[in-house]
């Protein structure tokens, strides 16, 4: 009796230290799996673990777009391995959010992060970003615990063009929307754009007013980047969905002014923000649009109803 008592405990005590081991993340390292998604012969999607990562190969190095959630950058890295031999030179990032910023600091010091100047100040902010659902922690908490590393060494406003020929890389900002340093990465010579999370896939964005985001000029945003890329890019990265096309985004544009319309519409009327996106739906003929997230909705026409108070126009 005693001796299956004993027995019992023994194998509890090994079943509790499994589980802590699980919690201090033993598990969770082996779960964070990227997969890699061959676009072109030199660029890959990398999914998993926050918003798409693309890697693309040039002739003398790696340029890398987003570096996901905190922990994620040494599976970016290794997956990167597994694809070439050639050592990462740049690291672009879309926008300020810990779920696209964070695996920075995993990255080698020699390594150029470069980013739109608004999103620079933004990412040295003290100010945690509530409406930032996707967010997993402020991403200035990571780079504080690293001493600044995986901050951003370079900036552009408008335009930047990195490398020449088939390795050229442009960089854009066309406004203000998901935030107010949403960067555009394209590769001209494969005709692909990478659009972040001002176009993160077939949904209700996520506008983040504390980081500049606009529910008035997203839309104008989205029509200038159309305008510009159109006849440079036919696939569109998003930040979190699948690939998509410019005619996709042009539909993007329409619903994301819609919104808009019908948040100063429901204004007018007299409603009360909260009334008014408690009753918005998305429209039927935006098919494979995701449900609207309430919250969202709710941050969404609050913001709306501000900037509409505020006649904000830029």
Request: hydrophobic letters at 40%; glycine letters at 10%; one cysteine or more.
């Amino acid at each position: 009796m005693k001796r299956t008592i004993v027995l019992c405990a023994l194998l509890a005590l090994s079943a509790l230290a499994i589980v802590v081991a699980a919690q201090q993340g033993g598990g969770g390292q082996q779960a964070r799996v990227v997969e890699a998604e061959k676009l072109k012969d030199n660029l890959w999607v990398l999914k998993g673990g926050g918003g798409n990562t693309a890697v693309f190969v040039t002739a003398n190095g790696v340029v890398v777009v987003d570096a996901k959630n905190p922990g994620w950058g040494k599976p970016i890295l290794d997956k990167i391995k597994e694809l070439t031999n050639k050592p990462i030179t740049t690291l672009i990032n879309t926008h300020t959010h810990g779920d696209h910023v964070s695996g920075n600091v995993e990255f080698p010091a020699t390594v150029d992060i470069i980013v739109q100047e608004n999103t620079k100040t933004n990412m040295q902010k003290m100010i945690p970003n509530s409406t930032a659902q996707d967010q997993t922690i402020p991403a200035q908490t990571i780079f504080q615990q690293n001493g600044g590393k995986g901050l951003p060494k370079r900036t552009f406003k408008d335009k930047m063009t990195l490398l020449k020929g088939p390795d050229e890389v442009d960089l854009y900002y066309f406004g203000r929307g998901h935030t107010n340093g949403d960067a555009w990465v394209l590769f001209p010579a494969l005709r692909v754009v990478h659009a972040g999370d001002i176009f993160s896939g077939k949904n209700v964005p996520l506008l983040d007013a504390n980081n500049g985001g606009s529910a008035a000029l997203i839309a104008d945003s989205l029509e200038k980047g159309y305008n510009a890329l159109n006849k440079s890019a036919d696939t569109i990265i998003t930040g979190h969905s699948t690939q998509m096309t410019m005619a996709e985004l042009k539909e993007y544009i329409a619903f994301n002014r819609e919104f808009f319309n019908d948040a100063r519409g429901a204004k007018k009327a007299g409603k009360s923000s909260d009334d008014a996106a408690t009753a918005w739906k998305i429209p039927a003929k935006y098919t494979g649009y995701a449900p609207a997230d309430a919250n969202r909705l709710k941050n969404n026409m609050k913001l709306a109803y501000s900037e509409l108070d505020k006649g904000s126009t830029n």
